[in-house]
């Protein structure tokens, strides 16, 4: 069993930076991809950026420039360092797994970017 948990969630004003954890019960390099998604409050959940085994990544073209998604197999954890933030950027924010054909996700941790 995968177990995910995000950390580093807050509030922060527009402009500022935060940076998310994911840390996971097994060894990251055994996963085919991780993942973040954010869901905002009545909207669906919605993939933000992925880092494969091999680590490429991918983006939402609307964090393009602005988020970087990376990984550290030595700690099993992966980040996402968030820049420039919007207001636009609220959400509940969710790590997830990919390993032999399942998907596993995180609890979630609140990120609030204020005007």
């Known amino acids: 069993q995968v177990q995910l948990v995000e950390s580093g969630g807050g509030l922060v004003q527009a402009g500022g930076s935060l940076r998310l954890s994911c840390a996971a019960s097994?060894?990251?390099?055994?996963?085919?991809?991780m993942a973040w998604f954010r869901q905002a409050p009545g909207k669906q959940r919605d993939l933000v950026a992925v880092i494969t085994a091999g680590g490429s990544t991918t983006y939402v073209d609307s964090v393009k420039g602005r988020f970087t998604i990376s990984r550290d197999n030595a700690k099993n954890t992966v980040y996402l360092q968030m820049n420039s933030l919007k207001p636009e950027d609220s959400a509940v924010y969710y790590c997830a797994a990919d390993l032999r054909g399942n998907r596993y996700w995180g609890q979630g941790t609140q990120v609030t970017v204020s005007s």
């Open positions: 097994g060894s990251i390099s055994s996963f085919n991809a």
